[in-house]
């Protein structure tokens, strides 16, 4: 309805996934640079999660779109609860084999003679799981020995994981996916979008159905919707399909905060608004208080608290600097590559591993910088909201 009145090729807000509308945020640039060091390596796991929303299968459209089929064969894996022999016959089935019976050895057996024949046809095989938190542990680890086909010393097989936030904390913690963590050669969490792109965003999926300026947006109107939305993709989408219906059944051709607020309060009446805000952090384990005769304030324990962020700042700013070391040592070691470039050959093979251990270390430790601050930031979390409780102003009081 609203693509006519304001003469739009297509709804520039859906919700499926679609590589025609990827836009890359900072976050999205990262996890395909990512993306780009795994696949070069061709082998192991490589690992993407972020909140629902975030843009994964997005960036899994983007991916699909931009691969040569005459040098990769890909397969889809959307899962649901799968066990270690069903996730066996869906990635037979994705890579397009029959399976005579349904016993897991013919499924493997008929992967592993898959795989080799793409490999004397020179092609290498990516699998790509999606929903991967939906996974069983057993399922987990059949993937792991999926890995282990080889040709000679070549490996036929690698895997692109794609998951919610659980499926990161499954993979860190669990003591029975050792082996497969060995295998990870590069990880990203997908965060929300900035403030500062949300706008990028709406415009840019606007000016892939044709936009022309109409309607319109007063600059206040972006950061509201971050606000919103918490910079999620498909929160954002969820939005804007409303705020362009509202604003077309309504003859609007600009759009202001007041009919943002509108949708807003339309979605809260629908119960559709949990959809579109962020999430609430699970609240920790209550912080200590001492107990007070009656009458007088409850005080938060705030110096136990004070000492946790400043042990987390000195724990992020040794991180910092580790990891700038490590970035550091990663351009000499590409300068090194450079400079050797015509030199021994077993030399460059040395150098370029060196280089690869480093882009690890970098990863490895931009993980461990990022958990950081998502602590902090919850921490401090914790505090505003217990001094704009009034609890805050009591125990000052």
Known sequence: MFEDFYGLRARPFQLTPDPAFYFES???RK??????????QGEGFVVITGEVGAGK???????????????LTAALVVT??????????????????????????????????????????GRRCLLIVDEAQNLSISAIEELRMLSNFQLGAHPLLQTLLLGQPEFRTTLLESDQLEQLRQRVIATHHLTAMTAGEV????????????????????????????AATGGIPRRINQVLNRLLLLGAVEQRVRIDVSMLNEVLGELDDDGAIALVSPRPAKAPSPAPVHAEPAGQAVVLDTGATAAMIES????????????????LELAAAAEHVDRTA???????????NQLAQAQAQVARLETRV????????????MLIEWFEGGEGHRAAA
Do not use: N
Not at 31 to 40: D, E, I, T
Not at 209 to 223: K, L, M, N, T, Y
Not at 342 to 352: K, R
């Open 57 to 71: 299968s997005t960036l899994v459209a983007h991916l699909m779109a931009t691969i040569d089929p005459a040098q």
């Open 312 to 327: 987390a700042l000195a724990e992020r700013d040794m991180q910092i600097d580790e990891l700038q070391r490590a970035v």
């Open 199 to 226: 706008r990028s965003y709406v415009e840019h999926r606007l000016a892939c159905v044709g936009w022309q300026g109409r309607p319109a947006f007063d600059d206040e109107v972006h950061g509201a919707i971050h």
């Open 31 to 40: 996890a395909l640079s990512y993306l780009g060091y795994g696949l070069a």
């Open 342 to 352: 015509t030199g021994d050959p077993q030399a460059i093979a040395t150098l370029q």
């Open 80 to 121: 649901s609860a799968l066990d270690g022999e069903e996730i066996v016959h869906v990635v037979a089935q994705e890579f397009g084999l029959p399976v005579a019976g349904h016993d897991k050895a013919s499924a493997l057996g008929a992967i592993e003679h898959f795989l080799h024949g793409e490999a004397r046809a």
């Open 370 to 381: 990022e958990e950081q601050e998502a602590t902090l930031r919850h921490m401090l979390t």
């Open 26 to 28: 900072a976050t999205h």
